[in-house]
């Protein structure tokens, strides 16, 4: 874990039935996305990796990871 610092964002996301905050080092680029844009997870991603993302979404010359934030808590935090 990191320490808090002036860069680090605490990020607000929905986990289930829960809004909980993610600390986070830092944001680059907020912005909305269409259901429609969400693309799968390329093959080549690891297992691992894919346990994490709902999909990839195209933004420019590039593709963002959209992560499941239910995947990076434990179940019984969810479930509280």
Do not use: W, Y
């Not at 080549?44 to 990796?49: G, N």
């Not at 999909?55 to 990076?72: A, E, N, Q, Y």
């Amino acid at each position: 874990p990191s320490m808090p610092s002036a860069r680090h964002a605490i990020l607000a996301v929905e986990a289930g039935s829960q809004c909980v905050g993610l600390l986070v080092e830092a944001v680059s680029d907020i912005f909305t996305a269409e259901a429609d844009t969400v693309q799968p997870v390329p093959d080549p991603a690891s297992h691992a990796t894919r346990e994490f993302l709902k999909g990839v979404i195209p933004k420019g010359d590039r593709l963002v990871s959209f992560i499941d934030p239910s995947s990076l808590l434990p179940t019984n935090a969810i479930a509280a």
